[in-house]
Structure formats: C-alpha cells, structure tokens
C-alpha cells in the first residue's frame, strides 16, 4: 500500500484492517457480478481477459473478503483506456504505484467506503504466476491449509500494516512457484 502521503488526506488505516474470513462460497458469484460489469465499461480491447484469483479464487481457503481480479490485455497501450473505465465502477486507482508493470485499484477503501470488495492488477498479457498459484493452491490442500495458517498469522501480526503483510508472504509463494515451475 502507498504512503499515507500518497493516500487520500481522510485515509484511516485503523479503519482499513486486515482480517482473514473462513471460505464464503458467495465469493466466485461476486466475482462473476464483477467481471460483468468490467466487461461492460471495458468495451471491446484487444487481448482482454479477466480471472479471479488470489485466495477468495481458492474454494474452502480463509482469506481477506476481497475478490482479487487480474486484468491483461494485449498491449500496454490499452493501459491508459482503462483507468477512467475502471474508475467508474467506484474503484480507487493508486496512481503513483511504484511498480510501473502493473495498474492497482481499490473498491471500497475507506474513505471511499466501509470496507475493500475488490481489488484489481492489471498485468501484462505474459504474466501467469498469479493464475499458477491460484491453481496450485486449489490442487494442493496440504500446501493450502500451510498458506492459511500463514495468513492468519501475518493478519494478527500486521492488522494495519497491508506492505508488511503481503511482503510476508513472498517466500511463500515463491517457494510454490518454484516448485510450479521444476514440475
């Protein structure tokens, strides 16, 4: 998450916490109802897909009640196009995100609302470690309860520190993916 300074003047972190939530099924409907509407103001763009991934994509797994959507499209000259769109649907676009190979956006971050639904990465067409993840959480149970068990920890350890928490997750995740990608 950005520095307070680059947050809206009103931000309270105390009010955007992190918890973890046992499994809503609810979830991929959510996220159905959500690619609709991205699909709606997003029009026609070359290479547009859109997944739900993160751990709401990952059935029976504790997580943050956000839906985490990936965007790509097939050139990042669309990039640019799909700020004002996704803005629309009531999203926050952190504008100086320092990492230039993706476009973040919020939905319902305080002061913007009561609580985060939705996130969203918009990522070059290329990129599939989110998705290989993803997939290998739902294929894995053992290795998905491990993650949990991480996450909730991570929560009650930062609760308002979102950077810390996702940093501290990295060795995690890179350790998945590597085993991902040797099989």
Request: glycine residues 6%.
């Given at each position: 998450?950005?520095?307070?300074?680059?947050?809206?003047?009103?931000?309270?972190?105390?009010?955007?916490?992190?918890?973890?939530?046992?499994?809503?099924?609810?979830?991929?409907?959510?996220?159905?109802?959500?690619?609709?509407?991205?699909?709606?103001?997003?029009?026609?763009?070359?290479?547009?897909?859109?997944?739900?991934?993160?751990?709401?994509?990952?059935?029976?797994?504790?997580?943050?009640?956000?839906?985490?959507?990936?965007?790509?499209?097939?050139?990042?000259?669309?990039?640019?196009?799909?700020?004002?769109?996704?803005?629309?649907?009531?999203y926050f676009y952190w504008s100086s995100n320092p990492d230039k190979?993706?476009?973040?956006?919020?939905?319902?971050?305080?002061?913007?609302?009561?609580?985060?639904?939705?996130?969203?990465?918009?990522?070059?067409?290329?990129?599939?470690?989110?998705?290989?993840?993803?997939?290998?959480?739902?294929?894995?149970?053992?290795?998905?309860?491990?993650?949990?068990?991480?996450?909730?920890?991570?929560?009650?350890?930062?609760?308002?520190?979102?950077?810390?928490?996702?940093?501290?997750?990295?060795?995690?995740?890179?350790?998945?993916?590597?085993?991902?990608?040797?099989?």
């Amino acid at each position: 998450m950005a520095p307070l300074s680059e947050l809206p003047p009103d931000y309270d972190p105390k009010k955007d916490f992190i918890e973890i939530v046992d499994y809503d099924p609810a979830w991929p409907g959510l996220y159905l109802k959500e690619e609709a509407e991205l699909r709606r103001v997003l029009g026609p763009i070359p290479g547009l897909t859109l997944d739900h991934y993160g751990s709401t994509a990952v059935p029976g797994l504790a997580a943050k009640p956000i839906i985490d959507i990936l965007v790509r499209v097939e050139s990042r000259e669309w990039w640019p196009r799909l700020v004002a769109a996704i803005e629309s649907l009531g999203y926050f676009y952190w504008s100086s995100n320092p990492d230039k190979d993706t476009l973040y956006f919020a939905k319902g971050m305080p002061p913007f609302g009561a609580r985060r639904t939705h996130h969203i990465h918009v990522f070059d067409k290329e990129r599939n470690d989110e998705l290989f993840f993803r997939d290998y959480l739902r294929t894995h149970p053992g290795e998905a309860r491990k993650y949990e068990a991480l996450k909730r920890e991570l929560a009650a350890k930062f609760p308002y520190d979102r950077k810390a928490y996702t940093d501290s997750k990295t060795a995690f995740i890179r350790g998945a993916l590597k085993k991902i990608h040797q099989g």
